[in-house]
């Protein structure tokens, strides 16, 4: 029984200080926009080292003149608690869909991605970061993604046009370092000067700020696709017909720490993008509005999963609901928006996932159903 005892507490502080090395190692993670698959006809292969998986995501609704060009949101950063934030995926984001002539439908899609518990350490050329771990800790990259052509009309490459660290303004060079429970607001907009989508970060907790500018040395200035932020303004070679520009919480990959960010479906223990405790263990992100360039606020709001929702976990769950077999939800709670699952301020869950339409009966570029329709949560 002692020899038991003894072997068990080795493998546990074994298991301790391999994820502790884990997390003192810089490393390194690329996750591209999810493209359109449809067999037969579109055939897309992502860069080697990039991957890409579920982006349920949370759309501001206006058809007010300017919407989709010029907008900021306000926000919370989430914190740590029981569970690591960066437990239950590498990133989360706001982006928009923005113009270049050398992608397929002339369109690519910015993602500005805030790293949890991370410190970056460099954005490259093909869209992916490197980071340390720093605890409660969010620093960005702001990857734009394209699809590119190989000489089969029926298959294509997602390559990245831009990539930039988001800088301290005050300290060029340097990564714009952002904590958990600060308030920041993320401005995108054009200028009269056309040199592509503006994105300026202020964190209103330190008074730091930094902004990027997508002007790709390649692919010129990616300016806003859309004019208005309304349903159907939608990424021509996307799996979603929604807003041009969203809020979304990339799931299915395990910690980029202790996990090395590797792909993972519902119903894998090492996938805590799916386990309800998990969420529930940190207090969530808190998305506290959207402003339009006029003053105005979205007259409506909606919400959409490029994996079906509830549909994506029963392919691999035999059950809904139990230890890493859950969709995660946006929910309305008194301090804004989360995404997760029901927190203590919750107000309306919008159904929990059953939010997020499970069958694709939108259209496209390339046909009718071949997208998953954006449901309105919020009229």
Not at 229 to 256: C, K, M, R, Y
């Amino acid at each position: 029984m002692k020899r038991a005892m003894t072997f068990t507490l080795f493998f546990l502080a074994f298991m301790a200080f391999a994820a502790l090395s884990a997390q003192a190692q810089e490393v390194k993670g690329c996750y591209a926009h999810h493209p359109q698959y449809l067999s037969g006809l579109v055939e897309v292969n992502y860069t080697p080292g990039c991957v890409g998986h579920d982006e349920p995501e949370l759309d501001p609704v206006s058809a007010a003149p300017g919407s989709a060009r010029d907008l900021t949101w306000t926000a919370v950063l989430p914190t740590g608690g029981q569970s690591k934030v960066s437990d239950v995926g590498p990133t989360f984001w706001f982006g928009g869909t923005v113009t270049d002539p050398k992608s397929l439908f002339g369109q690519a899609f910015v993602e500005l991605q805030f790293y949890p518990d991370s410190l970056v350490a460099k954005c490259f050329r093909d869209g992916a970061f490197s980071v340390r771990f720093a605890p409660d800790t969010y620093t960005s990259c702001s990857p734009v993604f394209k699809i590119n052509p190989t000489g089969n009309p029926n298959r294509f490459l997602e390559t990245a046009a831009f990539n930039a660290m988001l800088e301290d303004s005050a300290n060029p060079g340097n990564p714009l370092v952002m904590h958990a429970g600060d308030t920041i607001t993320v401005h995108y907009f054009a200028t009269d000067a056309k040199d592509g989508f503006h994105i300026t970060v202020n964190d209103l907790t330190t008074g730091h700020s930094g902004t990027i500018i997508l002007n790709s040395p390649s692919d010129g200035p990616l300016m806003p696709a859309f004019d208005t932020q309304e349903v159907g303004n939608a990424l021509g070679w996307g799996i979603v017909f929604d807003t041009p520009n969203s809020f979304v919480w990339e799931i299915g990959h395990a910690s980029i720490f202790t996990g090395g960010a590797q792909f993972c479906t519902p119903g894998q223990t090492f996938c805590d993008s799916y386990n309800a405790a998990t969420w529930a263990g940190f207090s969530p992100i808190q998305i506290k509005s959207v402003t339009f360039g006029d003053g105005s606020a979205p007259t409506s709001w909606a919400v959409v999963s490029d994996q079906g929702g509830k549909a994506e976990v029963a392919k691999t769950c035999p059950v809904y609901g139990g230890p890493f077999c859950i969709y995660p939800w946006y929910t309305l709670g008194t301090s804004g928006f989360h995404y997760g699952v029901n927190y203590p301020d919750n107000r309306k869950d919008f159904g929990q996932a059953g939010q997020f339409p499970q069958t694709r009966q939108c259209g496209g570029p390339f046909g009718a159903s071949t997208t998953y329709c954006a449901n309105t949560i919020i009229k």
